[in-house]
C-alpha cells in the first residue's frame, strides 16, 4: 500500500490501465476492482483507462472514473503522454504490456504497480509486480535493485465477500452440488461442455453454471436439457454461491 500513498499528507489519483471484453477475459479487471474497492475505503481516488471496446460496466458498478483511449492509441506511449508522474502511481494488468513500454513509464519518472501471471516478462522495470498464483514464488521474476516482488497466494486480491465468508471445516457428508465457472467470457465454451460431462449424474446433484457478461454459447441451450442445471449469469455474490458447493 505504500506505493499509493505520497510522501505528503494529500492521497494520490491510483490510475489503472486495464481491458475488459470477450477477447481479453473479465479476470484482469476484477481483480484490479478488489484492490481497487480497499484504495476507495482508503480514500484514495481511483480512475481506469480502457480500451474503446472494453467494456466497463464493472467499473461503471462503482461510480469511478473512466478515459476511453482509441484502438488506434492503445499503446504505453499514449498512456505516457496523457499522464504525468506527479498524478500518482500506475496499477498496469495487460498482457500487451511488455519490458520496453514498462521502461517508458519509468524512464518518465512512474511509480508502477503490475499485475501479471507466469512471468511473460524477462525483466520488469517497476516498482511491484503481483503473481499470486500458486507456485509463483519460484519463479527468476527480475526487476530494477528497489523492485517488490509479491509471488504466491498469499497476494491473492479477493473480494470481501471472500475473506468474511466463514472458513468451512471438511467436507458435508451429504455435499451434492457442484460449481462450474470458466470466467466472463468462456470463449472455447468450456461451460457448455462440462454440462454435457456431468450430464450422466444422477438427480440428487445439483449444477450452479456461471456464465460471464460476453459469454455466447450454447450452455443455455445445452442445460435446458438438464433439470439439475441452474445457470446464473452476471452473479455479484460468487462468494456465497461457492460457498454452497
Known amino acids: 500500500t505504500t506505493l499509493f500513498r505520497s510522501s505528503d499528507m494529500t492521497k494520490p489519483t491510483v490510475t489503472v490501465r486495464v481491458d475488459c471484453n470477450a477477447r481479453v477475459g473479465y479476470g484482469h479487471v476484477m481483480r ?3 484492490v481497487s474497492r480497499h484504495l476507495i475505503e482508503d ?4 480512475r481506469f483507462v480502457m480500451s474503446a471496446d472494453s467494456d466497463a460496466a464493472p467499473i461503471e458498478s462503482l461510480g469511478l472514473q473512466i478515459t476511453r483511449l482509441n484502438n488506434s492509441d492503445a499503446g504505453i506511449e499514449s498512456l505516457a503522454d496523457a499522464l504525468s508522474p506527479s498524478d500518482g502511481p500506475l496499477l498496469l494488468d495487460s498482457y500487451e504490456i511488455g519490458t520496453a513500454g514498462l521502461g517508458i513509464l ?6 508502477i504497480a503490475m499485475f501479471d501471471d507466469g512471468k511473460r516478462l524477462d525483466d520488469y522495470p517497476c516498482n511491484l509486480v503481483i503473481d499470486s498464483a500458486p507456485g509463483a514464488s519460484n519463479l527468476d521474476y527480475r526487476g530494477l535493485a528497489n523492485s517488490r516482488f509479491c509471488l504466491g497466494s498469499d497476494y491473492v486480491p479477493l473480494r470481501d465477500k471472500f475473506t468474511k465468508m466463514p472458513p468451512r471445516t471438511g467436507m458435508p457428508e451429504d455435499a451434492r452440488r457442484i460449481v462450474v465457472t470458466f470466467g ?3 470463449h472455447d465454451d468450456q461451460s457448455a ?3 454435457e460431462a456431468l450430464s450422466g449424474l444422477n438427480d440428487n446433484w445439483q449444477i450452479d453454471v456461471i456464465l460471464g457478461p460476453a459469454y455466447c454459447g450454447r450452455a443455455e441451450t445445452v442445460g435446458a436439457e438438464n433439470s439439475a442445471v441452474h445457470l446464473h449469469r452476471n452473479v455479484m455474490d460468487m462468494a456465497t454461491l461457492m460457498s454452497r458447493s
Do not use: P, Q
Open 32 to 34: 484490479c476492482l478488489a
Open 43 to 46: 480514500s484514495v481516488k481511483v
Open 106 to 111: 519509468h524512464e518518465a519518472g512512474f511509480r
Open 184 to 186: 466472463g467470457s468462456d
Open 193 to 195: 461442455r462440462t454440462i
